[in-house]
């Protein structure tokens, strides 16, 4: 549980330091999976928060954090790991009030996954998230709503996790 | 002319790229591995690769039991691992086969995985189902010359092939084998990057991985990008198989003995393993996480450093339980 409390404590400090006004607040839908080139990727998926402030690059830095998870997938696949990802991305976005939006973002965090049996209760069950990802934005609707894609490398992969380097992320949002 | 700079540049770069990806990709192969010290130069090869040799399989050795050693005899299969050979499971044969230690009904039967043992050339050209074949060829055998109790112990990628084989129900042709002992089972590899080898794999080329000196005599030193792929074209392909679920032919068992720490095979394929590869009737396998920093720790001979004493007593634990529960009536 201490880790999970720093990590929003930092998000949520970095948040307050953006300034309150001006701010825009968008929700939406996230994915992640991983590229192995093979089938069967393991996919993530979950909320999204974002918010950017006319004093963050004009708009042009957005502070996003986003809760994944695979217990919805393993609700359907049962033997599959029950994984969670807490991420704080914030990424840049070079055009902002265009319709194609290039961005390049990074994402720090934090996994786990339930080890579900008292055989496995020595497992490391956890790790840090560091990954840098680049793809672009979809702003539809004069940037109401919109989609993006971005794909990149995952630079922390320890001997016990499920985290592969390669990693890439679907998302739709919607402006508050 | 600018312009002509810029493609000069550019295809200055790309030669160098390309010869550098030349070098990586050649394969390694020094004094040491030309006078025949090492497996890969095809000298030195895995005795049980040679198919006259009757040493190795049961089926070789005792080709034609009789009634009351066809129910009395337990033959447990042994499976190695990626670029390993027959070497990996000689103290298990040493130990089982001892008329103590085995109660005089032990037999091991050491099967070389296609590709294995012989040579580099052989290893290159080799796919994983190919590493296979001769598993199903040797449990085939077996039930044909009447074996009754069967089961099998695997190391690593010999697990995943193993996996593999009972998902698809390959090895329900005869009696059903009695236990199942994977060993480091190989599902996702600690090297996360082999997850990238399709990509990176033309680039990175060969990757050499050099251990003791006795270990270069039994282990392929070199592991070429085409067998890279293979490996992970098959874990994924258990993963995958993992995740869906299947499960053990009826009156089967098996036990994952896994290393807390271990540099090839992730310790989390034994939470996998144990979610989804299920007994008939639907109940969990059993598991064991050891606490352990080897791969394999069923093979001490050969390492470098030295294995504690610790890992002495785990390996001797091990091949215990593994020889009582193969001999325990169901």
Redesign the interface.
Not at chain 2, 260 to 263: K, M, N, S, V
């Given at each position: 549980m201490g880790k999970w409390s720093s990590i929003w404590l930092l998000i949520a400090g970095l948040s307050s330091l953006a300034g309150a006004g001006e701010g825009l607040w968008s929700v939406g839908l996230r994915t992640q999976g991983f590229y192995d080139f093979e089938p069967g990727n393991d996919w993530f998926e979950g909320p999204e928060i974002g918010y950017s402030n006319y004093n963050l690059g004009s708009h042009r830095l957005q502070l996003k954090v986003a809760y994944l998870t695979s217990r919805l997938e393993q609700v359907f696949r049962e033997n599959i790991l029950k994984q969670d990802y807490f991420l704080f991305s914030p990424a840049w976005h070079f055009r902002r009030n265009r319709f194609f939006d290039p961005i390049v973002q990074v994402d720090l965090g934090y996994t786990r996954f339930d080890v579900e049996s008292e055989i496995f209760k020595d497992l490391d069950n956890d790790s840090w998230i560091a990954a840098a990802q680049a793809g672009f934005a979809l702003n539809l609707g004069q940037g109401e709503y919109g989609l993006y894609y971005h794909f990149g490398y995952n630079f922390i992969t320890p001997e016990s996790s499920m985290v592969y380097p390669g990693v890439f992320g679907l998302g739709i949002w919607v402006m508050l | 002319m600018k312009r002509f700079g810029k493609i000069a540049w550019a295809g200055a770069g790309l030669a160098l790229l390309t010869l550098g990806a030349c070098q990586i990709n050649k394969a390694d192969c020094d004094l040491e591995c030309q006078k025949g010290f090492w497996l890969d130069s095809g000298l030195n090869p895995d005795p049980c690769s040679n198919p006259l040799d009757s040493t190795c399989l049961v089926s070789h050795r005792f080709p034609t039991p009789s009634d009351s050693d066809k129910a009395a005899k337990h033959v447990i299969i042994a499976v190695h691992g990626f670029t390993a050979s027959t070497y990996e499971w000689e103290e298990f044969k040493g130990f089982a086969e001892d008329t103590v230690n085995g109660h005089g009904r032990s037999l091991i039967s050491l099967v070389l995985l296609g590709g294995h043992g012989t040579n580099l050339d052989a290893f290159q050209s080799s796919s994983w189902k190919d590493w296979g074949k001769p598993i199903l060829t040797e449990y085939d055998t077996l039930v044909k010359q009447g074996y009754q109790n069967i089961s099998f112990a695997c190391a690593s990628t010999g697990c995943a092939l193993l996996m593999q084989y009972i998902a698809d129900g390959q090895l329900a042709t005869g009696p059903a084998p009695k236990w199942f002992f994977l060993i480091d089972p190989i599902v996702?590899p600690?090297e996360?990057?082999l997850?990238?080898v399709?990509?990176v794999g033309p680039i990175l080329g060969n990757s050499p991985n050099p251990g003791s000196d006795e270990e270069n005599r039994h282990w392929y030193v070199n592991r070429p990008q085409e067998d890279l792929k293979e490996l992970?074209?098959l874990v994924?392909?258990v993963?995958?198989q993992?995740?869906?679920?299947f499960e053990l032919p009826k009156n089967t068992n098996a036990k994952v003995y896994k290393s807390?720490?271990?540099?090839s095979a992730?310790?989390?394929g034994?939470?996998?393993i144990?979610?989804?590869m299920r007994k008939s009737d639907g109940s969990h396998i059993e598991?064991?996480?050891l606490?352990s920093r080897l791969h394999v720790v069923t093979r001490l001979k050969g390492r470098d450093p030295e294995p504690s004493a610790a890992d002495s007593a785990l390996q001797l634990r091990v091949f215990k339980e593994m020889i009582d529960k193969s001999l325990a009536k169901p």
């Open positions: - | 996702v600690s996360k990057l997850s990238l399709d990509l992970y074209t994924n392909r993963k995958n993992l995740e869906s679920g807390l720490h271990d540099q992730d310790p989390v034994a939470l996998l144990y979610k989804g598991a064991e996480m606490d």
